[in-house]
């Protein structure tokens, strides 16, 4: 099981920009996709991206272009570079195996809030 500590969250103004890391335990980190998932007030968990073991990634099509996921084996660590920041970008974040049951378990997430 991997446990996750997500971090890097805070207030930044539209247009800014955010990194966010999560650190996952757990041998199964190397053995599956890894992804963030975003969860906007009111709203449903959705996929914000995803990278596979071996590398290839895939976006929502609503941050293509301007969020960048990357992992680092080494530190067990994954990483979201999010640019061009928009006020429908708020949302608590989390990571976690793609695909994730909806059940759990989840980290804790981290909250992004983005003022317009």
């Known amino acids: 099981q991997v446990q996750l500590v997500e971090s890097g969250g805070g207030l930044v103004q539209d247009g800014g920009s955010l990194r966010l890391s999560c650190v996952a335990s757990?041998?199964?980190?190397?053995?599956?996709?890894m992804a963030w998932y975003r969860q906007p007030p009111g709203k449903q968990r959705e996929l914000v991206a995803a990278?596979?073991?071996?590398?290839?990634?895939d976006y929502a099509t609503f941050v293509k272009g301007r969020f960048t996921i990357s992992k680092v084996n080494a530190e067990r660590t994954v990483y979201l570079q999010m640019n061009s920041l928009k006020a429908e970008d708020t949302a608590v974040y989390y990571c976690?195996?793609?695909?994730?049951?909806?059940?759990?378990?989840w980290g804790p997430g981290t909250q992004v809030i983005v003022s317009s």
């Open positions: 757990g041998s199964m980190f190397f053995l599956k996709s």
């Open positions: 990278i596979t073991p071996d590398g290839k990634i």
């Open positions: 976690n195996i793609s695909p994730a049951t909806p059940a759990g378990p």
